[in-house]
């Protein structure tokens, strides 16, 4: 009998073997990379995340755990309007975090 229900794929992840790497070069070239805490206003107030999956919010969080294989994908969605860092309580430069993740897409992390 179906009832419609199914077991959700796991969201572990094993940081022993995923490579960091990107997220150390983007702390690297953008130091207010580690002051974002996750809170959420530069996704409540992206234009581009009303009008496709974009989420910065996601993107840090995956870039911080190393999972890169769709990173630079969601990187290209960002219209760089600049708003989220306008509003962002940290004053995280979201623009550098997205144009550096851009930058690093063919380049062999050193």
């Known amino acids: 009998m179906n ?3 199914s077991i959700n794929q796991s969201s572990k992840v094993d940081m022993d073997n995923t490579s960091r790497d990107l997220a150390k070069l983007l702390i690297k070239y ?5 002051s974002c805490f996750g ?4 996704t409540a107030t992206c234009t581009a995340g009303r009008f496709t ?9 995956n870039a911080m755990r190393g999972l890169t294989d ?13 708003k989220c860092q306008m509003i962002c309580p940290r004053g995280v430069n979201t623009r550098n975090i997205i144009l550096n993740i851009q930058r690093f897409k063919n380049s062999k992390i050193p």
């Open 39 to 42: 809170c959420g206003s530069c």
């Open 53 to 61: 999956s974009f989420n910065f919010r996601m993107l840090r969080l």
């Open 70 to 82: 769709n990173l630079h994908a969601e990187a290209e969605k960002c219209m760089l309007c600049g």
């Open 3 to 5: 009832f419609g229900y």
């Open 30 to 34: 953008e130091p207010s990379f580690v």
